[in-house]
């Protein structure tokens, strides 16, 4: 008997390759190679405020972020692997910073490689100790993109995965420049769910309607900042951009899950989630015939219908100064 997909399976392919790739399951246990001893820090710097949609969002929503998010593409980590490997000494290890870590989606990623020293650093507390329970054994610091809890000139590389519009702005530039050696790379990664699924077309059109007001990585406000005079002899660059795709398995139930772990659906009044939801699985119903896939729960045995969601997946990144 074939077995059944499981929740977190996942294909993944370069738009400009046409070559696919298993990726490991979501779930990663924890590199042991990194410890809080081998940490330079500084004294925090002074308490910057996050934006209060994001604060409340993925406060009220950590471990559904968890549970529903995706991962991110074998090739477009080996890409990222490989801009930190070219600006490595020889024979050298790497630290490592991903900023504004979340439960650690991209930090586990990076924790395989074991040159890299890596350590994270992430606002919210529900979103700490998510990362804790996760990877207890890679340092979590509270911080912000611009007050970062490490010494100068201390890092290789940065990496924001699915975060960089909350901190667009000159004062994390700034901030992130100064924990960066010279040379050193700034990583920016988003997942964002493929209109080329009408169901997910559709889907969007339910919940983007929330986020006009926000900071959104889809509205593309984020990449004004590198052309602010500062940031570019901070950041001279270029800005380089390439994309991946993904395809993740989505049940009904987590299809509502999804969105709700969105900062900006999250921070919604009850109500106001109950109206959302209502138009999400009435967007599902409407396209119960791509929920045409068997899964088990792996946890509870439970089968479910599935569909398959298209993700496309944005490497950015820019060296420093």
């Known amino acids: 008997m074939r077995a059944r997909p499981q929740l977190c399976t996942l294909r993944a392919a370069a738009v400009d390759a046409g070559n696919s790739f298993a990726v490991a399951p979501c779930l990663v246990f924890p590199s042991s190679h990194v410890t809080t001893s081998s940490l330079h820090l500084a004294a925090p710097a002074a308490r910057h405020r996050i934006h209060n949609v994001a604060a409340a969002g993925f406060e009220n929503q950590a471990a559904m972020y968890e549970k529903t998010r995706p991962s991110y593409p074998f090739n477009s980590v080996e890409y990222v692997i490989e801009l930190i490997r070219a600006q490595k000494l020889q024979g050298t290890s790497s630290p490592v910073l991903?900023?504004?870590a979340g439960g650690g989606k991209f930090t586990r990623l990076l924790a395989r490689h074991p040159w890299l020293e890596v350590s994270a650093v992430e606002p919210v507390a529900a979103m700490r100790s998510v990362f804790k329970e996760m990877m207890p054994m890679i340092p979590c610091l509270e911080g912000t993109g611009d007050a970062i809890p490490f010494g100068d000139k201390h890092f290789d590389a940065v990496t924001v995965a699915q975060a960089f519009h909350w901190m667009s702005t000159l004062?994390?530039?700034?901030?992130?420049?100064?924990?960066?050696?010279?040379?050193?790379?700034?990583v920016l990664i988003w997942n964002m769910e493929s209109r080329s699924a009408p169901w997910m077309g559709q889907l969007r059109d339910v919940y983007e309607q929330y986020d006009t007001h926000i900071p959104q990585y889809r509205h593309g406000e984020w990449k004004k900042v590198f052309a602010l005079p500062e940031a570019q002899r901070l950041f001279p660059g270029p800005l380089t951009t390439r994309f991946f795709q993904q395809e993740m398995i989505v049940t009904k139930g987590m299809a509502w899950e999804r969105v709700l772990s969105k900062s900006y659906i999250a921070s919604l009044t009850r109500s106001e989630q109950a109206l959302v939801r209502s138009r999400v699985d009435r967007v599902v119903e409407e396209h119960i015939a791509a929920f045409d896939l068997s899964v088990e729960d792996p946890v509870t045995g439970k089968i479910d219908r599935a569909a398959r969601q298209p993700i496309d997946t944005e490497v950015t990144f820019i060296r420093a100064a």
């Not at 004062?171 to 700034?186: D, N, Y």
């Open 98 to 100: 991903d900023l504004a």
């Open 171 to 186: 004062e994390s530039l700034r901030e992130i420049h100064r924990v960066l050696r010279p040379k050193g790379t700034l």
